[in-house]
């Protein structure tokens, strides 16, 4: 009796998560919305880049920032160096005054950002990385939701090649398709009240709602919207504000969801406001997305272990141990085979550019 309640809650969590919460914000959001009352202006922002190493990228990022729809006398462009690369200060010093460069001792993105933070001049703070390129009207359509003075930041939307028909056949199809689910959920999200986070390529903040990151912050694009949420200002989504990216290879991939996970358990560190219900105005939409998917593989887990004991006192469980292994088998074969055909060194490259992954969970348990 005790492994069948194990077996059905384990199999509501799953469901609730993926089926249940989706159907719950579209009725939602249907129901019970709150319209941004948005506004197009041109209020003078600071944008905010953290780098290491990424001198290439960086040029065309600046060059990409400086072709915006957007007056440059309003652009104030703040690139942190974390660490003082040669290339990298190469690319800063041919900028001259177009940049505000900063350098500080190696220690992460979220000291960097701190002191990113430090250099800005205007209100209304952007947050972008350096690989992805902006659309001619990103930071328009950005800024226009800030009308709203109950709104105290906006996430842009990303693209990703495989959105634009880009990207390799296997894992851009796998990977846009869950990246529009995700993109989906904030959509509804935003529309009954705040995403739970925003696009670490393209948001923006009010400079009133920043709080200084802890050093070993992993991510900060959840941590500093969900602030402001606690605050009890509004984090919304703009479909008005693009960013493109390149699919990104498997193994990379794999490393960043490890990351996003590690980063998610931190936040719960950082923030434990977030599971009050008096603290938290999002606590339903919190817990259903950020909680509910750290719940998930210990749900799967207990799934496959229990079917299996329970395999042999019914046809149901037999088969649902069943489906679990086929399907477990395939997913098991289709990362084999994505891996198989990487590029040689492909991996490894793009490795180079990231912290490891134990540097990344280790940020978790330190303090």
């Known amino acids: 009796m005790t492994t069948a309640l194990i077996f059905w809650a384990s199999a509501v969590v799953v469901l609730y998560v993926y089926i249940g919460y989706p159907v719950l914000l ?19 922002v600071s944008v905010i880049i953290a780098v290491r190493d990424e001198a290439e990228a960086l040029e065309r990022k600046i060059a990409n920032l400086r072709s915006l729809d957007y007056p440059r006398s309003h652009l104030q462009i ?11 200060a190469a690319v800063l010093r041919r900028f001259g005054r177009i940049v505000d460069a900063i350098y500080v001792r190696r220690g992460g993105k979220a000291q960097a950002l701190n002191a990113g933070v430090e250099a800005a001049r205007h209100d209304i703070l952007v947050f972008a990385d350096v690989r992805q390129r902006f659309d001619r009207q990103a930071l328009r359509g950005l ?14 939307e990303l693209m990703l090649d495989a959105e634009t028909g880009g990207g390799s056949a296997d894992i851009g199809e796998g990977l846009g398709g869950y990246w529009r689910y995700e993109k989906w959920l904030r959509r509804q999200e935003s529309a009954i009240g705040s995403t739970m986070g925003a696009t670490g390529a393209i948001y923006a903040l009010r400079r009133s709602l920043w ?16 602030r402001a949420v606690l605050a009890a200002s509004r984090v919304v989504f703009s479909s008005e504000a693009l960013a493109f990216d390149p699919v990104a290879p498997s193994g990379v991939e794999l490393r960043r969801k490890i990351r996003t996970l590690a ?19 999002v606590w339903i939409q919190y817990m259903s997305h950020k909680v509910g998917r750290l719940l998930v593989p210990y749900a799967l887990m207990a799934l496959l272990v229990t079917s299996a ?53 280790k940020g978790t348990t330190t303090s």
């Open 263 to 281: 980063g998610n358990y931190q936040i719960l560190r950082l923030e434990p406001r977030l599971l009050n219900p008096f603290r938290n105005p």
């Open 26 to 44: 579209l009725a939602w959001s249907r129901l019970r919305p709150k319209p941004v009352h948005v506004h197009a202006g041109e209020p003078p």
């Open 143 to 156: 800024v226009a939701p800030l009308a709203d003075p109950t709104v105290g930041g906006v996430s842009g």
């Open 309 to 361: 004991l329970l395999m042999t006192t019914s046809a149901f469980y037999a088969l649902a141990f069943v489906a679990q292994v086929v399907f477990y088998a395939l997913a098991a074969y289709g990362a084999y085979l994505s891996r198989r055909d990487l590029r040689p060194g492909e991996v490894s490259d793009q490795e180079t550019r990231e912290h490891s992954v134990n540097e990344l969970i």
């Open 78 to 88: 703040v690139v942190v160096s974390d660490g003082r690369n040669p290339n990298t």
């Open 211 to 226: 709080r200084p990151l802890p050093a070993d912050t992993i991510l900060d694009d959840v941590l500093a919207p969900m």
